[in-house]
């Protein structure tokens, strides 16, 4: 795969929201033959997540939006996880599409997590609070679900904004917004891992 795609995963409840805002300003600088895809994961709602991983029953989607997002993923050089911070972690519509990650796992003939090692798993998120601290288990989220599948981790671009366009007024953000994609993402490690 030698040209870049990236997949931009929209979690957010509302369009255009601080989240989405600061993923845009950020792609906004990666080069001219870097592909891009955005799916909105509330216009493209998946069902409940099914645990059936002691069942035999996987199959592959072939249609719906279960179907579009697992033939995205599978796409993507660089999946962006564009999640607001909704009570300290993960939008429920972004945590569902991780959840169904687990089935895609056990899906015959699919070599999900083989298809993804090596491939770079990025995070966006905006949040409402002056300590980006207590964003924390959204970036230990991505950086652990980065480890277990064999990705690299681009780390989280994280503004600050509660009312929409708030991040637009985030200097600092924005700033690193230019750069965040530019930067070499490393293999990602547990933290309890050692080099």
Known sequence: MSTRRFLFVLGSSRDEGNTELLARRAA?????????????????PLPDFE???????????TEGTTALLLDATLAATDIVIASPLYWYTLSAHTKRYLDH???WLRTPD????????????????ALAHPQEVVADPLVGALRNSAAYMGMRFGGVLLGN??????????????????????QEAPLARFPYETE
């Open 28 to 44: 906004e600088q990666l080069p001219a033959d870097v592909e891009q895809e955005w799916i909105s994961l509330a216009e493209h």
């Open 51 to 61: 645990d059936l991983r002691h069942d035999s029953d996987h199959v592959r989607p």
């Open 101 to 103: 990650w687990s089935g």
């Open 110 to 125: 699919l070599d999900f997590k083989a298809t993804l090692a090596g491939r770079t798993l990025w995070g966006v998120t």
């Open 161 to 182: 904004g509660s009312k929409p366009g708030d991040v637009l007024n985030d200097s600092e953000a924005l700033a690193r917004a230019k750069t965040f994609f530019a």
